[in-house]
């Protein structure tokens, strides 16, 4: 062993890509995707994470692990409950085309008590003696009319002016109560919004920012398939080093048992031994590292996939391989009929082309139609029915206000040219990515071959440099040299056929395919459980 031993280790068990797939990382080559509407997501402190220990770890595959994460990651079930919260909006963008009904009621006390009389007794005599004297007068007349009918006829209408004079003389004062002292009111409100230009616009992008909610939780969950396969691939990756580490252990214990044969025939110095045995445990401290690396690999794939115990992993069986069978068009056309940053895309261009038609409404009049019914207990004024109502047409044009509708269109007109200019930048973004990690995959794709036929060869070379050192035909040196050799070969080629593995994921990834190749399309992100408020709960009353 020496120091590429070490740098080879070391950069096999790195995990930059985990940090990059904790938060969902982009399509291979992307530059500008939509964020995941999951801001304020906790982060943690030093980055130093820990599975519990089990005796027997459950064996956790590629298909298991897309399912978790599909189902279970905080992340993307933060976003699903925004979606809901997003939903909900959609009863608030109703309201502006809905009609509203309120009821009102008040009690008024006054003091004083305000009060008005119309007449008086003095008035209704002298008013009564009016009539009176004028039925005497009609009597007289009568009485030298010598027409008998129109004698009768006189009689008669002074008849009915004494009784009227009696009626009037017999009234009281009116009193009207202008304040009364206790007054209870109550009105009911109907208002029903006839035409309003901007609510058309308005509502169609309440349900657009639902559609695009709702696409940039699916495309969050195919940021985070992508993630757990780096994570898992990276475990696995890390899970053959560890054996390889365990399988060079072994190696260099065989070789000290060689060393102390010829060390005491008296072939070997005490300095070589002692080298031996530095060398196993070098070795062993290597295998240490690796299996901390393996914990740490796992630590990142279990934040992705909602798991707290230790757990084991497995090669995963090959992927689909999409590149075969099928040309760089027919892959492009799959891309723009299913990748998702395409689809929030258009969506966004959408709502921006409704918010400036929305602009243009602010022209329109708008028109309400208005019923009101309302109740009084004072009924001793002016009207003594207690209940009234009214109806109102009521139009509204606007004429001028101050050019803000005019700043609005033009901010708007903006907004959807830089739409446009996203969807050309998305365009080329996505042809690049294309081509990319196409010729990505035919370069692992090469160097599989390689590495395995490299791999090969090392293990001969290896086999032969133990049986001629154990014959005294070749130095120490040449030993761990060819030890060496097959070890770093065997790290590449298991590197090799899992990057060839991830490239071919990440190819279904940037066709926007991954959550078909996961046969997670149907998996559904459940709402926080009551045990889980209640866990949440009692994990805050920790907190002072």
């Not at 009485?143 to 008998?148: F, K, R, S, V």
């Not at 006839?194 to 195919?222: I, K």
């Not at 056309?333 to 689809?343: E, S, T």
Request: glycine share 6%; proline share 5%; hydrophobic share 45%.
């Amino acid at each position: 062993m020496n120091k590429a031993l070490t740098l080879a280790l070391i950069l096999a068990c790195s995990l930059p890509a985990l940090a990059q797939a904790r938060g969902g990382s982009a399509p291979p080559g992307a530059s500008d995707s939509p964020s995941t509407p999951t801001s304020g997501t906790p982060r943690g402190t030093t980055g130093i994470i820990g599975l519990r220990p089990i005796d027997q770890p459950p064996l956790v595959t590629l298909a298991d692990a897309f399912a978790l994460a599909a189902t279970n990651n905080l992340d993307l079930r933060v976003a699903a409950a925004q979606l809901r919260a997003t939903r909900a909006n959609l009863t608030k963008a109703w309201a502006v085309l809905l009609p509203n009904i309120s009821l009102g009621a008040n009690y008024t006390f006054n003091y004083p008590e305000q009060t008005a009389e119309f007449g008086s007794a003095e008035q209704n005599q002298q008013q009564a003696l009016l009539f009176n004297s004028i039925a005497d007068i009609t009597e007289q007349s009568a009485a030298m009319n010598p027409d008998p009918r129109a004698q009768r006829a006189a009689v008669e209408r002074a008849t009915e002016l004494r009784k009227a004079a009696d009626t009037i003389a017999s009234t009281e004062a009116m009193e009207i109560a202008l304040a009364p002292a206790h007054v209870v009111d109550g009105n009911i409100t109907f208002a029903m919004p006839l035409f309003n230009g901007r609510a058309f616009p308005l509502l169609q992008n309440a349900y657009g920012a639902v559609e695009l909610t709702r696409l940039s939780v699916e495309q969050a969950r195919a940021a985070v398939l992508w993630g757990t396969a780096q994570a898992y691939l990276q475990t696995v990756a890390t899970k053959s080093i560890v054996a390889i580490t365990d399988e060079q252990v072994a190696s260099t214990k065989r070789h000290l048992g060689l060393a102390v044969q010829r060390h005491e025939q008296g072939m070997l110095t005490d300095l070589a031994l002692e080298r031996a045995d530095l060398e196993v445990r070098k070795a062993e401290q290597q295998a240490r590292q690796a299996r901390a690396g393996l914990r740490a690999t796992k630590a990142a794939l279990a934040g992705i996939i909602g798991r707290t115990e230790d757990f084991d992993v497995e090669p995963p069986p090959p992927a689909n391989a999409l590149e075969q069978g099928a040309s760089f068009d027919d892959l492009l056309a799959r891309a723009f009929a299913q990748r998702l940053d395409l689809r929030v895309q258009k969506e966004s261009l959408a709502l921006a082309e409704r918010s400036s038609a929305e602009a243009w409404m602010r022209f329109l009049p708008s028109f309400q139609l208005i019923a009101q019914g309302r109740y009084t207990s004072n009924t001793s004024g002016f009207s003594s029915n207690p209940l009234a109502g009214a109806v109102v047409v009521q139009g509204t044009l606007p004429l001028y206000d101050g050019g803000m509708t005019f700043g609005t269109i033009a901010e708007t007109d903006a907004k959807v040219g830089a739409e446009l200019l996203r969807v050309r930048q998305l365009e080329e973004t996505v042809e690049r990515e294309l081509r990319g990690t196409l010729d990505d995959l035919g370069l692992k794709s090469e160097n599989v071959s390689t590495t395995a036929g490299l791999a090969e060869l090392a293990r001969k070379q290896a086999q032969s440099a133990e049986e001629l050192y154990a014959q005294g035909l070749m130095t120490e040196v040449d030993l761990r040299d060819a030890r060496l050799g097959r070890f770093a070969a065997d790290v590449d080629a298991a590197r090799a056929r899992l990057d060839l593995e991830l490239a071919r994921l990440g190819l279904a990834y940037a066709v926007g395919e991954l959550p078909k190749a996961a046969r997670v399309e149907d998996a559904t992100l459940a709402p926080i459980s009551d045990v889980e408020g209640d866990a949440a709960r009692a994990a805050l009353n920790k907190v002072p």
